[in-house]
């Protein structure tokens, strides 16, 4: 079952898949073009009002892609947009393996942006996500603390925080067990920065240098993507302790943050740390021979892929996008087609309207296989690091 809780005041989303938490904190994606007003954005808001639904199908892209122009006509210059738009029309539905994936109310979508900006960490899709509560060697004293744990077990990570909380509040001291598991529901809900300031204003002095308490704050801030930051906890806690499982966790981390900022070196170097640890060897063999295969990554260049793209598609199916070449192609062909037919039945008008657009989708062509080649680029890294950090 699928719900959306919305809160007017501060327009924040939170989405759940069967009681699973997606996405928590500001809207992704705001459309709202009061603040610059142009006859563009009406049309637009035309099409998405009147005509979108009757269409019988939704764009298999996110943003759509009238949500796109939106932005785009709206953060950057007409001319930009309208070339970004024809690049995007080319590219809708076409070879999706090159797009990362995210998880919306209507299903999957292919992640893409405008070039200009990043989309937020959070709308990547990145699998089921299970969190598991921490114990330490010794028996629970408490009843208290079995609940705890059961209730993060089950995903009820909210009731989890209650009990915390009482129990906290019972006893007037933070053990390290309790507040690791604070930690780990804050992640669980998406609530970083809440973890981040419960360790930096709540916990005790004493608990700060705790190895384990380090690695859930290092999560944390990885979750934010400021991998500078966990790596500097990481290495700190891996500073603090002698426990050799301990330290298969912390470098076992240290070379997924490295992957995830494409530090291929880097990761290599901390994957190497764990030769001498208890650990699966032959996971740790893959690894070290996936990046030893994969390395250096094939690229595209875009100065060559927008040079070729003089030929419609070129670009394109130099930059891996088979697909959307043909599209760029047959598109391309079909409007100068069109505008030569204009002008020898002498009807000028239709011929300048037919010649803007084929002009539009040929310069977003030539504009788009750059972008593309860099696209290209970016989702080799992407998948080296996937692949690496997989079963890690």
């Known amino acids: 079952m699928y719900l959306i809780a919305f809160n007017l005041k501060s327009q924040s989303i939170t989405e759940r898949v069967d009681g699973k938490i997606l996405k928590s904190g500001s809207n992704f994606f705001n459309t709202n073009l009061k603040d610059k007003e142009s006859s563009t954005g009406d049309y637009i808001n035309f099409y998405q009002k009147y005509i979108s639904e009757i269409r019988g199908q939704e764009c298999p ?11 785009s006509f709206k953060e950057t210059s007409f001319v930009e947009a309208f070339l970004l738009v024809s690049d ?20 999957f979508k292919n992640l893409d942006y405008p070039h200009y900006d990043n989309p937020p960490n959070e709308l990547y899709y990145k699998g089921n996500q299970y969190f598991y509560s921490y114990a330490d060697t010794a028996k629970d004293a408490e009843s208290a603390i079995k609940l705890i744990k059961s209730l993060i077990n089950e995903g009820l990570f909210h009731e989890a925080l209650l009990e915390i909380n009482r129990s906290k509040y019972r006893q007037q001291i933070i053990s390290p067990e309790l507040f690791i598991n ?18 930096e204003m709540k916990c005790p002095k004493h608990l700060k240098a705790d190895p384990e308490i380090l690695y859930e704050l290092s999560l944390n801030y990885s979750s934010l993507a400021n991998y500078d930051k966990a790596l500097q906890i990481i290495n700190k806690a891996a500073e603090n302790t002698t426990d050799k499982y301990l330290k298969v966790k912390l470098h076992s981390a240290e070379a997924r943050f490295y992957a995830r900022q494409y530090q291929w070196e880097e990761s290599a170097m901390a994957l190497n740390k764990l030769k001498d640890l208890p650990v699966a060897q032959k996971i740790l063999d893959d690894k070290l021979s996936l990046l030893k295969s994969s390395l250096p990554l094939k690229t595209k260049k875009p100065e060559i892929a927008a040079l070729i793209s003089i030929v419609p598609g070129a670009g394109y199916a130099y930059s891996g996008h088979k697909q959307t070449a043909v599209s760029a192609f047959i598109i391309n062909g079909l409007l100068t ?14 011929s300048m309207l037919t010649g803007v657009f084929n002009l539009s989708f040929y310069i977003g062509n030539i504009y788009g296989a750059s972008k593309s080649a860099k696209r290209f680029n970016e989702q080799q890294r992407k998948n080296l690091s996937d692949k690496l950090i997989y079963n890690l």
């Open 88 to 107: 995007r029309l080319l590219r809708c539905g076409h070879d999706q393996r090159n797009y990362s994936l995210t998880l919306r109310a209507n299903g």
């Open 61 to 71: 892209m996110y943003p759509s892609c009238s949500n796109f122009g939106l932005k």
């Open 182 to 199: 604070e930690l780990i529901c804050l992640r669980a809900l998406g609530e970083f920065e809440k973890a981040i300031y419960a360790f």
């Open 337 to 350: 087609y069109a505008t030569y037919s204009n002008i020898k039945n002498k009807n000028y008008g239709m």
